[in-house]
């Protein structure tokens, strides 16, 4: 039963059917599936078989888009269904996607975790350019800036604003987490940030750690 909604939320992205999403998640949750199961093990399931199946040439853009947009409906039933951790903030956190790059489904789901785990999170959205990222830290008095990046080309994005803190005699402000597909534990070392997390619930863990939680 279990294996079969996990398999049919997989098929409901690949065939970029967002009604069937949604119900599917419905379903799950209603079978007492955790969101970040259901999530992990059928929904970001199929979205990658997708990502495989445009890499190859047997989808193109608009269907790429339409799965995005079932992933999409899947989301807002599983992250509405976190809800908020409540009691006081453990810390107050600005997080978006980099300049260039409007691939923002794992960034959402980074945000739901954060936010489920007491966190306080200023969405910066998708294509956030550096300074954007700098005043609404400065603004919020955020602990931690957060950057996701998709592409390979806007990773460097996440390395200019560490450069652009070290210049500007700022770099210990804030505490800065990396993530997105390309990105790794080696990639953030390299541009000096303070951690990398491979997904949602790595990503509540290690700015656990940076902030002594
Ligand atoms: Co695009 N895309 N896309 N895309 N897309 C990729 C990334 C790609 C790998 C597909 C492929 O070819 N296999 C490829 C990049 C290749 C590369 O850079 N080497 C690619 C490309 C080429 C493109 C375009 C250039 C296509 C074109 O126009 N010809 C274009 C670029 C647009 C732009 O940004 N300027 C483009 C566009 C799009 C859509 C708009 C259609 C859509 C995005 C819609 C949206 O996000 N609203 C889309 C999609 C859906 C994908 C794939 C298929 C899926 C991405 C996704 O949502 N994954 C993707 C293939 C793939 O990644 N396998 C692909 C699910 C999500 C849950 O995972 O985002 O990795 P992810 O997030 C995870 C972790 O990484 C981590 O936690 C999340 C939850 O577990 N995490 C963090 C993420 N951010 C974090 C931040 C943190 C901590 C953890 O702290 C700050």
């Known amino acids: 039963m279990t294996d079969d909604l996990f398999k ?12 069937a999403a949604m119900e599917i998640a419905t379903q799950a949750l209603a079978a007492g599936i955790a969101p970040s199961e259901i999530m992990a093990k059928g929904f970001v399931a199929g979205i990658a078989e997708v990502g495989e199946l445009f ?50 489904i794992g960034k959402a789901i980074v945000i739901a975790y954060l936010k489920a785990n007491s966190y306080e999170v200023f969405d910066l959205g998708r294509d956030c350019a550096l300074e954007t990222f700098l005043a609404k830290a400065a603004e919020h008095h955020a602990q931690v800036i957060g950057m996701s990046a998709l592409l390979t080309t806007t990773m460097e994005e996440q390395k200019k604003l560490i450069a652009a803190l070290k210049e500007r005699g700022a770099r210990d402000t804030y505490k800065i987490i990396v993530g997105g597909a390309p990105c790794t534990q080696r990639w953030a070392d390299q541009i000096g940030a303070d951690a990398y997390a491979e997904d949602a619930s790595d990503g509540v863990k290690k700015i656990d750690a940076l902030l002594g939680h």
């Open 55 to 104: 890499e190859s040439g047997e989808l193109f853009l608009p269907e790429l888009m339409m799965a995005a947009q079932a992933m999409e409906g899947a989301m807002s039933v599983t992250n509405a269904a976190l809800g908020e951790g409540g009691g006081q903030a453990k810390g107050t956190i600005v997080l978006g996607t980099v300049q260039g790059d409007v691939h923002d």
């Open 8 to 19: 049919k939320a997989a098929a409901s992205i690949v065939e970029q059917d967002r009604e």
